[in-house]
């Protein structure tokens, strides 16, 4: 197989821009790994992002065919037949390579050999194989060429990497799993807002995965049904990654963003702390990140805010000592903040109830939830945007909405308002490696461009 060499770009800007794990996508290569020209193009060098790293491994097995065939060099320059197969929901493996021709005693060694580097079990219902046959020769050229001996398949097991079982001249399959070549870049986005930032960013093609981070990152922050005006603005900075072809196969870290409210600019920056610890912090060095989360629950919307109204279903006014959002039913609900579950059950009026205690003054509770996640129960310790259950309609509600409390020193405020404690805060020699790496971000990548998407493409080194 030709390998082509690419140039290898400058080193980023250090540990600003250094590698992170990304959002899984999984791309759609299969015409890459069905090989164009006849040409397998199983194989790849390895690759890792941001570290070198070796293939993975190379397992075999053998089988004594008599199609076996001839020479792995023949095979190579013969015409090879490629067909796709999708992965069926509850189908394995062994039913999918029988499904396209392949019999039991071929599959089982490719199989064997397969798993090897990887868990047939993990394979899920829409993924796709490429899988290679020698194709019979013909002297009818209008003929249909028919499927000869089984060659192996190639399978993406995620857009970093692709898995090729081979078969060889004796009859025996290898799997290697190997790390694809990929070339980062940078793009970057700017846009007005005139309704939300979620539509803004939907209007100006923004990544799904990335404008998702984006609103993540400001959420500690930022009320975005109260804090968004027509007229404001936002700017993001992001990965992309692209094949040896040019294709985009994934788009993921945010670098850099900015949102501007009501004129005024809030900036963050990617970094990663010297304990190896990935957050976002201001232009002053700190942290996006807070103790405690004002909406612990992804796309959902406000339906009744804290303070005094008239109960839906007891019909008479008394004080709504939380927030309540709307959401569909099982959508998942975080965890504010660290902390340990100090009650978890029903509770009256409240329904499935959990109450975490994140210090000796702050503490949060969830209410009206359909369930809790796994392993859920008093004393248990959870993190920061771990699940701990799923919105519901259970006690007292006239729908399903997760109803949110924090509560400062034993009662209970507002959480659109309430001061927040705050997060990390970079010190000495980690701020002033913090700003040196911001100064470079801001003379590369914070270009103002409102109203208009720019894709600023500048290429990250391409790591072997």
Do not use: C
């Not at 001249?169 to 290898?174: I, S």
């Not at 959902?300 to 279903?313: Q, Y």
């Not at 659109?416 to 701020?431: A, I, Q, W």
């Not at 801001?442 to 998407?453: C, P, S, T, V």
């Amino acid at each position: 197989m030709r390998m082509r060499t690419l140039l290898a770009a400058g080193a980023f800007f250090g540990v600003v821009l250094g590698s992170a794990g990304l959002v899984l996508k999984t791309p759609d290569n299969l015409d890459r790994l069905l090989g164009g020209h006849g040409q397998p193009t199983f194989g790849l060098a390895p690759l890792s992002l941001g570290h070198p790293a070796a293939a993975a491994g190379l397992a075999t097995h053998r089988i004594n065919h008599p199609g076996s065939i001839a020479d792995d060099e023949d095979a190579r320059a013969a015409a090879v037949i490629r067909t796709a197969e999708t992965i069926g929901r509850g189908e394995t493996l062994a039913g999918v390579l029988a499904r396209a021709g392949v019999n039991g005693r071929e599959a089982d060694a490719a199989i064997r050999a397969f798993a090897e580097v990887y868990d047939p079990r993990r394979l899920l219902p829409g993924q796709k194989l490429a899988i290679r046959f020698r194709a019979q020769a013909t002297n009818d050229k209008s003929a249909r060429a028919e499927t000869g001996a089984f060659l192996g398949f190639g399978f993406e097991p995620d857009f970093r990497h692709e898995i090729a079982v081979t078969r060889h001249a004796d009859g025996r399959f290898t799997a290697d799993k190997k790390a694809k070549k990929l070339k980062r870049s940078l793009a970057r986005v700017a846009a007005r807002i005139d309704s939300s930032l979620y539509l803004a960013g939907q209007g100006q093609g923004l990544p799904a995965n990335v404008l998702a981070e984006l609103i993540r990152i400001y959420s500690w922050d930022v009320d975005f049904q109260r804090d968004i005006r027509q007229g404001d603005s936002f700017e993001v900075t992001y990965e992309e990654l692209r094949d040896e072809d040019g294709k985009l196969v994934h788009t993921g870290t945010v670098h850099f963003a900015a949102l501007t409210l009501s004129g005024q600019r809030k900036p963050l920056y990617r970094f990663v702390t010297g304990e190896g610890n990935v957050d976002y912090f201001d232009d002053e060095g700190r942290g996006a990140r807070k103790a405690l989360m004002r909406t612990p629950i992804d796309g959902a919307r406000l339906s009744s805010g804290f303070g005094k109204r008239r109960h839906p279903i007891l019909g008479y006014t008394r004080m709504h000592r939380g927030v309540d959002f709307a959401a569909p039913r099982g959508t998942p609900i975080y965890a504010a903040g660290d902390g340990v579950i100090s009650y978890a059950g029903r509770k009256g009026g409240y329904g499935n109830y959990i109450a975490i205690r994140h210090n000796g003054r702050y503490s949060t509770a969830y209410a009206h939830m359909k369930g809790f996640a796994r392993g859920m129960g008093k004393g248990k310790r959870v993190r920061q945007g771990q699940v701990i259950g799923y919105v519901g309609t259970t006690g007292r509600s006239t729908g399903p909405h997760l109803h949110y409390e924090i509560m400062v020193d034993g009662g209970q405020v507002n959480p659109l308002r309430v001061r927040m404690p705050s997060g990390r805060n970079l010190k000495g020699k980690e701020l002033d490696r913090f700003m040196a790496a911001k100064s470079q971000i801001d003379l590369q990548f914070a270009r103002r461009d409102d109203n208009q998407k720019t894709t600023t493409r500048d290429e990250m080194a391409d790591a072997r």
